[in-house]
């Protein structure tokens, strides 16, 4: 079981950055594969982006070129970089495994506005 902390969440104007991170408990956090997800509000969660453990990035078409996810293993953390942030960003982010499991974070609130 992998208990998940998100934070770095904040409003933030088109066109600006934000950094999230997740700190993950659990001494074997270095072998799954995470993701970070958004859900819009009135939308379903959707998977952003996911790191393997060595390293290999997989993105959404939407946020592809925008977003950076990375991983320090030595301190249980993912982490996602939010750059040229859109609108439709706006959302809550959480992390997980990928696949995810039922233990989701409360998760960090996101906003693009002006």
């Known amino acids: 079981q992998v208990h998940l902390v998100e934070s770095g969440g904040g409003l933030v104007q088109p066109g600006g950055s934000l950094r999230l991170s997740c700190a993950a408990s659990?001494?074997?956090?270095?072998?799954?594969?995470m993701g970070w997800y958004r859900q819009a509000p009135g939308k379903q969660r959707e998977l952003d982006a996911r790191?393997?453990?060595?390293?290999?990035?997989n993105y959404a078409d939407s946020v592809e070129g925008r977003f950076t996810i990375s991983r320090d293993n030595a301190k249980n953390t993912v982490y996602l970089q939010m750059s040229r942030a859109k609108p439709e960003d706006t959302a809550d982010y959480c992390c997980?495994?990928?696949?995810?499991?039922?233990?989701w974070g409360q998760g960090t609130q996101d906003a693009v506005s002006s």
């Open positions: 659990g001494s074997i956090f270095s072998i799954y594969i």
């Open positions: 997980n495994t990928n696949p995810p499991t039922q233990d």
């Open positions: 790191i393997h453990s060595g390293g290999v990035t």
